[in-house]
């Protein structure tokens, strides 16, 4: 490993091995992971899971992403078998997980590793990025994390920790270069992976973004912000812009036997593939119809609330309108399914939040 620079008010240099001394002992029991121990074992990571669980954990937490990765597993043992799975139903597996593109290069890569590799994940960064859905971070993550290779892993919980180890001034998302190259000087030929991985659980679990236990973190000799005493002004971030707010229309429509009427969204574009109640033609750039006319169907529609839901880039409000049990009526496009199955199909959150405002009972909350 190359010399690190040593923070100018700091006691100690920041190193490897005082982090994998305490991954060691304190690392985070995952259903994905290998932990220490058994590396020393013998025992490899598989890439499949290691895929499958860092492409679920861009943007959500590992508590959501525990019973999803399960449920896959379980479901789709091997990267064959989810590679042969119908799109349809992955998608209905991803459900309630969000950012939905996520799920459709999920099943684009698994197609690509079965059947142009063999069914075998490359093991660098580079053929790893040369897979649909793969980026920088999820190929240096799983070159380190399954194979082993000494590759610089930054996420999120690994900026905070780089930023506060050496007070980076500079803001978000200016300075990933800076932090992504202290990031590569700190990761060590041996053992990168259980280092990569020993960065995130720092981040997640000592390292917070508020009142970090500093007390308790192996790099508190050596981390400038808290030399200063000032670590929860790190990560330094750009002032962020106002979410614009779309508006639109829900249209919840229920036969005389108990179906809802549904449809399913164009293969691209935001929500793309995933089914839907019928709605208006709202996008992130421009506002859809807010009222009846807009309806996929003439009838006596009754105003159902409101709801609201957040997307990366904007905030999305939505006026829900009922009708029914009514006769079915002509459509030309869209299907029914029975209320009660609504569970099996791929209703992303906000297409729940809708029908929830029109039925409250269409998904019961589990007890206990």
């Given amino acids: 490993m190359t010399g690190v620079t040593l923070p100018s008010k700091a006691s100690t240099r920041p190193t490897a091995p005082m982090l994998l001394a305490w991954y060691d002992r304190h690392h985070r029991e995952l259903?994905?992971?290998?932990?220490?121990?058994?590396?020393?074992?013998?025992?490899?990571?598989?890439?499949?899971?290691?895929?499958?669980?860092e492409v679920m954990l861009q943007q959500t937490t590992v508590a959501a992403v525990k019973a999803y990765f399960a449920k896959f597993i379980a479901r789709w043992p091997t990267v064959r078998d989810l590679a042969e799975a119908p799109t349809e139903d992955v998608m209905a597996a991803w459900a309630g997980l969000g950012y939905y593109a996520r799920a459709r290069n999920l099943k684009k890569c698994a197609e690509a590793v079965a059947f142009d590799h063999g069914g075998v994940f490359p093991d660098t960064e580079e053929g790893l990025r040369a897979l649909p859905g793969i980026g920088d971070y999820t190929s240096a993550a799983v070159a380190a994390i399954a194979f082993n290779r000494p590759s610089a892993v930054m996420d999120g919980n690994v900026e905070r920790v780089i930023s506060r180890?050496?007070?980076?001034?500079?803001?978000?998302?200016?300075?990933?270069?800076?932090?992504?190259?202290?990031?590569?000087?700190l990761t060590p030929t041996d053992r990168p992976g259980d280092f990569a991985q020993a960065m995130m659980d720092l981040g997640a679990t000592i390292c917070t973004p508020k009142r970090p236990a500093c007390a308790?973190?192996?790099?508190?000799?050596?981390?400038?912000?808290?030399?200063?005493?000032?670590?929860?002004?790190?990560?330094?971030?750009?002032?962020?812009?106002?979410?614009?707010?779309?508006?639109g229309a829900a249209f919840i429509a229920v036969d005389r036997d108990g179906n809802i009427l549904l449809r399913k969204r164009v293969e691209s574009g935001l929500l793309g593939g995933m089914t839907e109640v019928p709605t208006t033609e709202w996008t992130s750039r421009q506002d859809g119809e807010t009222g009846t006319e807009a309806a996929p169907f003439p009838a006596e529609w009754q105003a159902a609330g409101a709801i609201s839901h957040v997307f990366t880039h904007f905030e999305l409000r939505l006026s829900i309108f009922r009708v029914g049990p009514i006769d079915r009526p002509s459509v030309n496009h869209g299907f029914w399914v029975p209320v009660t199955e609504l569970d099996g199909q791929a209703l992303p959150t906000v297409m729940k939040k809708a029908i929830a405002a029109a039925i409250p009972t269409a998904f019961p909350t589990p007890k206990g």
């Fill in 165 to 185: 180890l050496f007070a980076i001034e500079a803001p978000l998302p200016g300075s990933k270069p800076q932090m992504k190259a202290k990031v590569a000087e």
């Fill in 216 to 247: 308790l973190c192996p790099f508190n000799g050596a981390c400038l912000a808290l030399a200063t005493d000032e670590p929860e002004r790190f990560p330094v971030k750009a002032a962020k812009k106002a979410k614009p707010v779309r508006l």
């Fill in 31 to 53: 259903p994905w992971r290998i932990s220490p121990a058994a590396a020393k074992r013998g025992v490899r990571p598989d890439p499949y899971h290691i895929w499958m669980s």
